[in-house]
Nanobody
Framework: QVQLVESGGGLVQAGGSLRLSCAAS????????MGWFRQAPGKEREFVAA????????YYADSVKGRFTIARDNAKKTVTLQVNSLTPEDMAVYYC????????????????????WGQGTQVAVSS
């Protein structure tokens, strides 16, 4: 089992950056592919990015490609999401999640594929 705790959210101006972190506990962290999702008020939770167990493969939603970067450190049991060039449309609660399948697959952007979730961290963007 894996417990996930996100941090790093906050209020930034449009065009600004944040570095979101997800700290994991549990001995099997390195076996999981990891993902970031976000949920804005009144909207469905949507996929943002995913990374394979080794960090060698990544996958991004089109809306964040080129602006966001996902990375992981298996020794520290952390996953980070560097978010740059933020716009008001990026404002949401950001969640990290763990997928028991260690590799990125065709359904890595489906929230139903993830087995464990954190509580989320709020990102607010002022225009």
């Amino acid at each position: 089992q894996v417990q996930l705790v996100e941090s790093g959210g906050g209020l930034v101006q449009a065009g600004g950056s944040l570095r979101l972190s997800c700290a994991a506990s549990g001995r099997t962290f390195r076996n999981y592919a990891m993902g970031w999702f976000r949920q804005a008020p009144g909207k469905e939770r949507e996929f943002v990015a995913a990374i394979s167990w080794s960090g060698g493969n990544t996958y991004y939603a089109d809306s964040v490609k080129g602006r966001f970067t996902i990375a992981r450190d298996n020794a520290k049991k952390t996953v980070t999401l560097q978010v740059n060039s933020l716009t008001p449309e990026d404002m949401a609660v950001y969640y990290c999640a763990a997928d028991k399948r260690s590799s990125i697959h065709t359904r890595s952007d489906f929230r139903e594929e993830y087995d464990y979730w954190g509580q989320g961290t709020q990102v607010a963007v002022s225009s």
